[in-house]
């Protein structure tokens, strides 16, 4: 379905156009004049403009002008009587799709033509969204079995529009569920747009998710399309919701509720017709008691809420999930081949990754760096526990930070070039200079 906008000054065709565009279930909006059209636009969008060239007031030419300068995504079809093509090629110049010429022929050479035009638009829209979706099931679960009740209720509630709410640790990967989410669903030819709420300052995040109009504070200097309306038809995925300030939650709450809402500076009403799958791993219900988090907010978003599961509890998923994020490491890079000894593999069945996927992800990237063939051992694996002792003593270790990762990581480098300064910062893929400081702040000789 389209929302389509026709302009025409004479009621009897109008009606005709509108009978047979409602036949092939569009949205079909009336205007007897441009001027009436004009104000139409300027209180929501549409996907085509379908108006007469010749119209008293405000006549189609100016109508199309005005449509290219304020909502450029719509597609244009002008009108013409027989012997008039000129102004139709010139509404053409001006960036309208194609024209018809009066009398119409037939219905279904309006139909075809309308088609046509909103598939530009759609292959338009496709071309400005975001990387839809990849990878295949595999990617959300390798067998393990606290992970089939999660599955189960992905695909079943995949089948419907309900928002969904993804809860968990960081990175237990939630975007992977609400891409095999999308995956499942009816919407899975639609885009999956994703925004990470901890991300962005809250001016920024607020463009990110409406967009805004030229001029609606310092810096826009252009109009641009919010990521809300690159997910037309497909699926809005908003990550660390939990993040937000309370200010923008009510906004988010508006939208949410009415499916509508309007660009930063913005007068004309957009449609958010997208499904929204939102995830946090902050407990909400806290957040509200604390007064950070709206009530009636997280009502509407916990609609239908999945928990997601630490990699902790989901043991037999660790090798199968390595091997996987080794072979992007590897290609990543440029060392194709990488395998994982024994040992390395048992270092990893034992460790508790309080850093979910994304620790694993980490520790393996690390050691990709600091093997020297394609054989990666314990020795090679920086994981969680007394910073400078081995592998195989860190399985059941106590959480460190990043910088206790990069200290050891710089400091094995060390040892592996004897020293050699010059010899760790390339095996660490680091400027000398990088190096240098690093070594101070550490401690390191």
């Not at 109009?213 to 995925?237: N, S």
Request: proline fraction near 3%.
């Amino acid at each position: 379905m389209a929302r389509i906008l026709v302009a025409d000054d004479e009621e009897g065709l109008r009606s005709f156009l509108a009978e047979v565009l409602t036949d092939e279930g569009h949205e079909v909006t009336v205007a007897s004049d441009g001027a009436e059209a004009a104000a139409l636009m300027d209180a929501r969008d549409f996907h085509l403009l379908l108006t007469d060239l010749k119209m008293p007031g405000l006549d189609g030419m100016s109508l199309v002008r005005r449509a290219r300068a304020e909502q450029p995504e719509m597609e244009v079809v002008v009108m013409t009587a027989h012997g008039t093509v000129a102004g139709a090629v010139e509404a053409m110049k001006l960036g309208a799709f194609d024209y018809l010429q009066k009398p119409l022929s037939s219905p279904a050479e309006l139909r075809l033509l309308v088609e046509r035009a909103l598939e530009r638009r759609r292959l338009r829209q496709t071309a400005a969204r975001v990387e839809s979706v990849r990878g295949d099931d595999d990617d959300l679960s390798f067998g393990d079995p606290a992970m089939d009740s999660v599955v189960d209720a992905l695909r079943k509630v995949a089948r419907t529009d309900a928002t969904v709410l993804l809860v968990g640790e960081s990175g237990v990967g939630k975007e992977v569920a609400a891409r095999a989410l999308h995956r499942w669903s009816r919407r899975a030819e639609g885009p999956f747009v994703a925004v990470n709420a901890a991300a962005l300052s809250d001016t920024l995040l607020e463009s990110e998710l409406f967009g805004h109009e030229k001029g609606a504070f310092t810096g826009a200097t252009a109009r641009r399309q919010g990521r809300l309306e690159l997910a037309e038809g497909g699926t809005f995925f908003l990550d660390e919701v939990g993040e937000m300030k309370v200010e923008l939650q009510a906004k988010l709450l508006r939208v949410i509720q009415e499916r509508r809402f309007e660009r930063i500076g913005g007068s004309r009403t957009l449609t958010a017709d997208v499904r929204w799958v939102a995830a946090t791993n902050r407990d909400l219900q806290a957040e509200i008691a604390a007064g950070r988090f709206r009530e009636d907010l997280y009502h509407r978003l916990a609609v239908f809420p999945v928990r997601m599961p630490p990699l902790r509890e989901r043991p037999r998923d660790v090798l199968p999930l390595a091997d996987r994020l080794l072979g992007e490491v590897a290609a990543e890079v440029g060392r194709p081949g990488l395998v994982l000894d024994p040992a390395a593999r048992a270092a990893l069945e034992r460790h508790r990754w309080p850093g979910n996927v994304r620790e694993l992800r980490n520790a393996l990237e690390r050691a990709a760096i600091l093997a020297d063939g394609l054989t990666i051992s314990a020795e090679h694996l920086v994981l969680g526990g007394p910073v400078g002792g081995s592998a195989a003593a860190n399985g059941a270790g106590a959480v460190v930070t990043m910088a206790d990762h990069e200290r050891e990581a710089i400091r094995q480098a060390l040892a592996a070039c004897g020293g050699n300064r010059r010899a760790a910062a390339e095996r660490l893929q680091i400027g000398e200079r990088t190096l240098y400081d690093k070594l101070k702040g550490y401690g390191l000789s």
